[in-house]
């Protein structure tokens, strides 16, 4: 979808990602974000937040900030 995006003329610049941990793929999705140029991310502290479409077992809420930190190194002055 990125791709799709982006070949279009749509810069990364004016995207943002928002994700929500369902199966454990928040982060993943965060990761890839940032590998298309995406530099604006939605987290919440200790993944707060639920999706009300999806009331499965699955349907978690959004991606932590703190588990996106330790997923990657950072430079926390830029964060």
Known sequence: MFRTVLDGGIPASVLAGHYHDTY???VSNILTSLEHGL?????????????????????????????????????????
Do not use: K, M, Q, W
């Open 39 to 79: 530099r604006t991310i939605d987290s919440s502290i200790g993944g707060l937040g639920r999706c009300s479409y999806s009331p499965g077992p699955g349907a978690t809420g959004n991606v932590a900030t703190e588990d996106f930190l330790c997923a990657e190194p950072h430079d926390l002055e830029r964060v």
């Open 24 to 26: 454990r793929l928040g």
